[in-house]
């Protein structure tokens, strides 16, 4: 078997002894190459090229950024054809060694939070011929594997990222801090702007900020589980959140009920939908945009879809 390891050399919770360890490990099973990014978006073109080669497994070292880089890369690859096989039968299939500070796709596909132990469970998989195929998110050309937000969580993210920049630790203190001081500093959440639109139904008006998940979790504070849509899966199409009203009373209730441990958000100011095949937000100001915890700058309009049984993964 042909592998492509894709390494983060600034991936934070790995060093470069570990990643000697890791690749010793995964020779020991696959025929392997290493190559590792050196800017935002290389991971993309690298995955790209090795689906084009025709390697048998893409394997990644990072966080959930480095992650949604080689998905969209071999996601927008022209593998070697394989007869009549369906594209996630010509394609790599993907395994994940968690690498970053939080990991969401790697955990949601129940893969252990450590990276050592994620790796003998790969190994494992390798050795079994283990694998499922999971569906994906896109919005407008882009994939997702987990969530996307468009409003106050995509700012809260923005937030999160400048203060990295400034080298900050990303901790759940943090992420905290930063949606107390977006929310209450520099939300408008008097005036809700977005609306969404499905094919055959009525438009949902003056949304103030919108949540969609292509599984559960939607993402982790340390290691609790922060489920706005826990029935949210791979298997099925996406799950949406959205807040009519960003007032602090039914806010604050709606983010405690999806902190409990059996979430179910419900109340006047809460739309859900489940299993939805496409969707369009639109908004009369722009908002904050991400996909899979990475912010995009902001957009007036996105159209998600949900890409179901696109990739093989290893787990």
Known sequence: MRAVLVVNPKATTTSERS???LVRALRSEVDLSVRYTRRRGH???LAREAAAEGVDLVVTLGGDGTVNEVVNGLMTAEPPPRGDAPMAERLPALATVPGGSTNVFARALGLPREWPEATSMILEGLRL???RTVGL??????????CAGFGLDAAVIHRVEQARRKGRVSTPTLYLRSIMNQ????SDRRHPAITL???GEAAEAELATVIIQNTAPWTYLGDREVNPNPAASFDLGLD???LRQLRVASTTRTVTQFLSRQPDPRGRQVLRLHDT?????LSSRPQAFQLDGDYLGEREKVRFTSVPAALRVIC
Request: aromatic fraction near 18%; charged fraction near 30%.
């Open 19 to 21: 990643r000697d360890v």
């Open 43 to 45: 991971a993309m073109a």
């Open 129 to 131: 011929g283990r694998s």
């Open 137 to 146: 998110g896109r919005a407008d050309d882009r994939y997702f594997t987990f």
């Open 183 to 186: 929310y209450f500093l520099a």
């Open 197 to 199: 639109e499905r094919p």
């Open 240 to 242: 949406v959140l959205a």
């Open 277 to 281: 095949p496409e969707f369009t937000l």
